[in-house]
């Protein structure tokens, strides 16, 4: 690795920088390299999935940007994460969607089975790669009024119903097959436009909806059912049946995993605030890690005061055992290859940073009162060579330092990239 003498040496200056506030910091590399995260498998083609050649189309689902050279094929898409993943230090896992099926477009959502899958799971065998997997409740005829679990039209309602039953099927499956918990994830778009007269009736259809998708209890080594609320989405403005508090009502009542996306909250809410409050009654979280910038937009996730914020909150209460962490984000004006990196990557920088903090020392001074010593400590951290110890992080788990890693996404844009047209 270029320049690691230079990058031990610093390194070396840094451990003692952190230990004297009582931090170890070979102890924070060994817990990171214990987090796994899991990176979505969207970002490389747009959303567009496999269902037929000119993939999805309406739903509110859009990814802006017409950078060349995104996946067309399973197989493409599978080589960009391999060489996402080889840039990126730690070993993580691939969320997949079921739009992401092999089938030919020959198969209905309704109808997917473990098999469509089949080439997904030798991968990811092969690869030393857990899976997540996910629902696809959008861009879809039978969603083109808005409303699939919560549909009033019974037809619709149980189509979406067996597609969630498929799913968990499938999530049991991949979680067998590689040895851990596959977290499948249900996320629907139902809502009105405008102000509607009776909200309870959808509400209550979908709470129908989801108890005869989980009827079937699944063993937890396989399988995790997780639960996604949104404020509002592109046609769903003013009602969102699957609303965070109809979710986390659902995910208590039934000991289903919540999921807090970042991006589907008001803009002056925080989910970091929220972590605390939920795991109080829930047993796991799912976090869908992503950037909204005004809505739900999806950015490249950065290393931003609030993403620090969430893994502070992670490590400040012992959560980290009880978190599945993914990344929800999907930009086409750029590299998708070096925004899956930038996103991973940052996750990864803010659980260190918040790994690399003496916790026990600062809740000592707040329970003693010294809120002055608090603020103090907090603010003194900032400037401490956190910088020093990812990079050597990085050297440590064989992938580029700094942004060395960008020449190598350079290179493969110019001998793979630039050949897709």
């Given at each position: 690795?270029?320049?690691?003498?230079?990058?031990?040496?610093?390194?070396?200056?840094?451990?003692?920088?952190?230990?004297?506030?009582?931090?170890?910091?070979?102890?924070?590399?060994?817990?990171?390299?214990?987090?796994?995260?899991?990176?979505?498998?969207?970002?490389?083609?747009?959303?567009?999935?496999?269902?037929?050649?000119?993939?999805?189309?309406?739903?509110?689902?859009?990814?802006?940007?017409?950078?060349?050279?995104?996946?067309?094929?399973?197989?493409?898409?599978?080589a960009d994460v391999e060489k996402?993943?080889?840039?990126?230090?730690?070993?993580?896992?691939?969320?997949?969607?079921?739009?992401?099926?092999?089938?030919?477009?020959?198969?209905?959502?309704?109808?997917?089975?473990?098999?469509?899958?089949?080439?997904?799971?030798?991968?990811?065998?092969?690869?030393?790669?857990?899976?997540?997997?996910?629902?696809?409740?959008?861009?879809?005829?039978?969603?083109?009024?808005?409303?699939?679990?919560?549909?009033?039209?019974?037809?619709?309602?149980?189509?979406?119903?067996?597609?969630?039953?498929?799913?968990?099927?499938?999530?049991?499956?991949?979680?067998?097959?590689?040895?851990?918990?596959?977290?499948?994830?249900?996320?629907?778009?139902?809502?009105?436009?405008?102000?509607?007269?009776?909200?309870?009736?959808?509400?209550?259809?979908?709470?129908?909806?989801?108890?005869?998708?989980?009827?079937?209890?699944?063993?937890?080594?396989?399988?995790?059912?997780?639960?996604?609320?949104?404020?509002?989405?592109?046609?769903?403005?003013?009602?969102?049946?699957?609303?965070?508090?109809?979710?986390?009502?659902y995910a208590v009542a039934n000991?289903?995993?919540?999921?807090?996306?970042?991006?589907?909250?008001?803009?002056?809410?925080?989910?970091?605030?929220?972590?605390?409050?939920?795991?109080?009654?829930?047993?796991?979280?799912?976090?869908?890690?992503?950037?909204?910038?005004?809505?739900?937009?999806?950015?490249?996730?950065?290393?931003?005061?609030?993403?620090?914020?969430?893994?502070?909150?992670?490590?400040?209460?012992?959560?980290?055992?009880?978190?599945?962490?993914?990344?929800?984000?999907?930009?086409?004006?750029?590299?998708?290859?070096?925004?899956?990196?930038?996103?991973?990557?940052?996750?990864?920088?803010?659980?260190?940073?918040?790994?690399?903090?003496?916790?026990?020392?600062?809740?000592?001074?707040?329970?003693?009162?010294?809120?002055?010593?608090?603020?103090?400590?907090?603010?003194?951290?900032?400037?401490?060579?956190?910088?020093?110890?990812?990079?050597y992080y990085c050297t440590r788990?064989?992938?580029?330092?700094?942004?060395?890693?960008?020449?190598?996404?350079?290179?493969?844009?110019?001998?793979?990239?630039?050949?897709?047209?």
């Open positions: 690795m270029k320049n690691s003498k230079g990058i031990e040496q610093a390194y070396k200056l840094a451990q003692e920088r952190y230990a004297a506030l009582g931090v170890d910091t070979e102890k924070a590399l060994d817990r990171l390299g214990t987090i796994a995260i899991s990176m979505h498998c969207w970002q490389g083609d747009d959303v567009g999935g496999f269902e037929s050649a000119a993939g999805l189309s309406g739903g509110g689902i859009m990814a802006t940007g017409a950078y060349p050279g995104k996946a067309r094929t399973a197989d493409e898409l599978r996402a993943l080889s840039l990126i230090p730690g070993k993580h896992r691939l969320n997949l969607h079921a739009m992401y099926a092999e089938t030919g477009g020959k198969v209905e959502r309704n109808e997917l089975e473990p098999k469509h899958f089949a080439s997904w799971v030798q991968w990811a065998k092969a690869n030393g790669l857990g899976m997540d997997f996910n629902g696809t409740y959008f861009s879809h005829s039978k969603a083109a009024d808005g409303f699939t679990l919560a549909s009033a039209d019974e037809g619709i309602r149980r189509f979406w119903v067996e597609h969630g039953i498929a799913c968990r099927k499938i999530g049991a499956h991949m979680g067998k097959e590689l040895g851990t918990p596959c977290v499948t994830n249900t996320w629907i778009p139902d809502g009105y436009k405008d102000i509607p007269v009776d909200r309870q009736g959808p509400r209550t259809r979908l709470k129908k909806s989801l108890d005869e998708m989980l009827a079937r209890p699944m063993n937890r080594r396989h399988l995790l059912d997780a639960v996604e609320g949104k404020l509002f989405g592109l046609g769903s403005e003013s009602y969102v049946v699957g609303s965070h508090e109809f979710y986390l009502g000991k289903v995993l919540l999921c807090l996306d970042m991006g589907h909250f008001h803009p002056t809410e925080v989910v970091s605030d929220k972590i605390s409050a939920v795991m109080t009654f829930v047993d796991e979280l799912l976090l869908h890690v992503s950037r909204g910038v005004r809505w739900d937009s999806d950015h490249v996730v950065i290393l931003s005061d609030e993403l620090a914020a969430l893994a502070q909150e992670l490590v400040r209460g012992n959560y980290l055992d009880r978190t599945h962490i993914g990344l929800d984000f999907f930009d086409a004006s750029i590299n998708r290859i070096a925004a899956w990196v930038i996103g991973t990557r940052c996750m990864i920088k803010a659980v260190l940073l918040a790994l690399l903090e003496p916790t026990a020392r600062l809740r000592q001074m707040e329970a003693e009162g010294d809120l002055t010593a608090r603020l103090a400590t907090l603010e003194e951290l900032k400037t401490l060579p956190f910088g020093a110890v990812w990079n788990a064989n992938v580029p330092a700094g942004d060395a890693w960008l020449a190598e996404v350079k290179v493969y844009e110019k001998n793979v990239l630039r050949n897709r047209s």
